[in-house]
T-cell receptor
Framework: AQSVTQLGSHVSVSEGALVLLRCNYS??????LFWYVQYPNQGLQLLLK??????LVKGINGFEAEFKKSETSFHLTKPSAHMSDAAEYFC???????????????FGRGTQLTVWP | DVKVTQSSRYLVKRTGEKVFLECVQD?????MFWYRQDPGLGLRLIYF???????EKGDIPEGYSVSREKKERFSLILESASTNQTSMYLC?????????????FGPGTRLTVL
C-alpha cells in the first residue's frame, strides 16, 4: 500500500530564506510523486511531479524537488522564499495503477508554510 | 483552460437534511474524486468514479453516497447530514490510463452542518 508522511505540519521562514518541506513515501512499486499547493480558500494546484527519468524535478514558482530512492524521500525546496509562497503544501504518491484504481493519489497531511517579512 | 467547478463555495445545512454537492468538469476525464479536507488530517478520499455509473469507496465512505449519471458530473450526497460532516469538500478529476495523471481540483465547498 502507498502512504505519505510529511514531517512538520507548520514551517515558518523569513522572506528570502530557503524553503524546505519534507516528504517521505512508502510504495511497493516505483513511485510516481506529486507536490500540490493550496492557497487560502482555493482548491489544490499541481506544483510539480516525478514520474521517471531525471530525479531533480523543477516546478512552477521556482520550486523543485528531488526524488531519492534510497531515502524514500521527495523533499520540496525553493532557494528564496517570497511572501506569495505562504500556503499549504501537500505531497502525494500514485497508486499501483491496476484496474479501476488507476489515478488514485494518496496524500500526506499537509505542511502550512508561513513566510515572515 | 481546464476547469472543475463545484456548485457552491459555502453551504450551511441543518442536521438531518439531505445535502447534494455537485461537481462538473469540462476536460472529458474518466476519473472523478470526492475528498474531504480537515485541519491536520489532509485530504481523505470519500468516493471515486472511473466511468459513468461506476463508483468505488474510498477511505471514509460512511454517511456518503455518490452519483455519476453523466461523464462530466459527479455528485456527492449526504443522506442525513450530521455535525461531524462539517468540512471542506474538494472534487477532482483526471484522465484514465497512466499512473502519472495529474488530478485537477475544483475550488472546494465549505459545508457547515448546524
Amino acid at each position: 500500500a502507498q502512504s505519505v508522511t510529511q514531517l512538520g505540519s507548520h514551517v515558518s521562514v523569513s522572506e528570502g530564506a530557503l524553503v524546505l518541506l519534507r516528504c517521505n513515501y512508502s510504495s511497493s512499486v516505483p513511485p510516481y510523486l506529486f507536490w500540490y499547493v493550496q492557497y487560502p480558500n482555493q482548491g489544490l494546484q499541481l506544483l510539480l511531479k516525478y514520474t521517471t527519468g531525471a530525479t531533480l524535478v523543477k516546478g512552477i514558482n521556482g520550486f523543485e524537488a528531488e526524488f531519492k530512492k534510497s531515502e524514500t524521500s521527495f523533499h520540496l525546496t525553493k532557494p528564496s522564499a517570497h511572501m506569495s509562497d505562504a500556503a499549504e503544501y501537500f505531497c502525494a504518491v500514485s497508486d499501483l495503477g491496476r484496474g479501476s484504481t488507476l489515478g488514485r493519489l494518496y496524500f500526506g497531511r499537509g505542511t502550512q508554510l508561513t513566510v515572515w517579512p | 483552460d481546464v476547469k472543475v467547478t463545484q456548485s457552491s463555495r459555502y453551504l450551511v445545512k441543518r442536521t438531518g437534511e439531505k445535502v447534494f454537492l455537485e461537481c462538473v468538469q469540462d476536460m472529458d476525464h474518466e476519473n472523478m474524486f470526492w475528498y474531504r479536507q480537515d485541519p491536520g488530517l489532509g485530504l481523505r478520499l470519500i468516493y471515486f468514479s472511473y466511468d459513468v455509473k461506476m463508483k468505488e469507496k474510498g477511505d471514509i465512505p460512511e454517511g456518503y453516497s455518490v452519483s455519476r449519471e453523466k461523464k462530466e458530473r459527479f455528485s456527492l450526497i449526504l443522506e442525513s447530514a450530521s455535525t461531524n460532516q462539517t468540512s471542506m469538500y474538494l472534487c477532482a478529476s483526471s484522465p484514465r490510463g497512466v499512473r502519472d495523471n495529474e488530478q485537477f481540483f475544483g475550488p472546494g465547498t465549505r459545508l457547515t452542518v448546524l
